[in-house]
């Protein structure tokens, strides 16, 4: 019974303690880290973040996978501003952006995108980079609004042809990672998802683990993935997706992206093909290479590359190859852009 009342009087104060250490930790990361990047009012009451870095058109705008924030693309950005302007920015509802008011469709995040690159003053023509997810949100944009596009960089893009409802298959996974990351919001409220983070990303990664085995072989295999995955990444940035999974916000978000799958996949499978436009495909080399219909479906000017050796995330398995192919299209937008300018001033001159 002495027990019991134990356990009745400590169980809140546990809850309390873990919800000031989510609290203080939450303010320090912001004041660690927001000051890399600006945050840009878009209207309604949502904020977007955004880094830029670099000089020279025409700008390069990153987009990132499903789940994944401005911080996935930072070495690829740092390479790439050595050459021309870059943005890199997290959509609503992820990293330190303000939680999503709309359906997480490439159409609605397009919008959003747009608004948060003529409030920073970015101007077109862009070159596109989308990995995965992100792939169909820089094709919607290509393909909705051409004249403010100049080049297209796909890595290793997600297929609507394999997700629900066109590959219902695939709907029970769906479905479990948003119970998951609906199970994610107390966990983070409470300060336990800042332990198992922070442990795993700067620490011994004791603390991770436990929680890992807690959640069975699936919670392990999790894990293995994501620690393989991050640690492809600059040391400097794991503290930030540290911050960023520690908060609710992020499995919010990433329940919110879940969830608009289905309505992704009706979107995109009437999806316009990218028409004038210089575009090639990354396609890991673990997967299935596109049809010669399929690259010409995403437009028929599209290039298809193998990426050898590389697994889903090809711009953290070969930095180089993803480099090379963003650089080669940039200079070839300042050649035809040149071509462009030299041909007009001579027929001005002859008239």
Excluded at 209 to 217: E, H, P, V
Excluded at 306 to 324: K, R, S
Aim: proline residues 6%; aromatic residues 8%; glycine residues 8%.
């Amino acid at each position: 019974m002495v027990r019991l009342l134990w356990l009745l009087l400590l169980f809140p104060a546990a809850l309390a303690l873990g919800a000031l250490y989510q609290w203080a930790g939450a303010l320090k990361d912001r004041r660690r880290f927001l000051g890399l990047g600006t945050m840009f009012d878009i209207g309604d009451g949502r904020r977007l973040y955004m880094s830029q870095r670099g000089s020279g058109g025409p700008s390069v705008i990153f987009e990132s996978g499903i789940a994944a924030t401005s911080q996935n693309w930072a070495q690829m950005q740092e390479a790439v501003s050595n050459f021309a302007h870059t943005v890199a920015y997290d959509r609503g509802g992820l990293g330190w952006s303000s939680p999503n008011t709309t359906e997480r469709t490439p159409s609605n995040i397009v919008a959003e995108l747009r608004l948060l690159l003529q409030q920073a003053g970015v101007a077109p023509p862009y070159v596109l980079v989308g990995h995965s997810f992100g792939g169909l949100i820089v094709r919607h944009f290509a393909a909705a609004f051409p004249d403010e596009v100049a080049g297209v960089v796909l890595v290793d893009p997600m297929r609507p042809e394999d997700w629900p409802p066109l590959k219902e298959a695939q709907r029970p996974m769906v479905e479990r990672g948003i119970r998951l990351a609906g199970l994610g919001v107390p966990v983070a409220r409470f300060g336990l998802a800042r332990l198992a983070t922070t442990s795993l990303f700067c620490r011994s990664g004791k603390a991770s683990r436990l929680f890992s085995r807690a959640a069975g072989s699936g919670g392990l295999h999790v894990l293995d993935r994501v620690t393989c995955e991050v640690s492809k990444m600059p040391r400097w940035v794991w503290p930030i997706v540290a911050a960023h999974w520690s908060s609710p916000k992020f499995y919010r978000g990433l329940a919110a992206h879940l969830h608009a799958v289905p309505a992704t996949v009706r979107e995109m499978a009437d999806a316009k093909p990218v028409i004038g436009i210089p575009l090639c495909v990354l396609t890991a080399g673990t997967a299935e290479p596109l049809s010669p219909d399929a690259v010409r479906s995403i437009g028929p000017e599209a290039e298809q590359v193998i990426a050898e050796n590389c697994g889903h995330w090809v711009h953290l398995d070969d930095h180089a190859l993803v480099l090379q192919t963003t650089r080669e299209m940039v200079e070839q937008i300042r050649s035809n852009s040149a071509v462009a300018v030299e041909t007009a001033d001579e027929l001005s001159s002859m008239r």
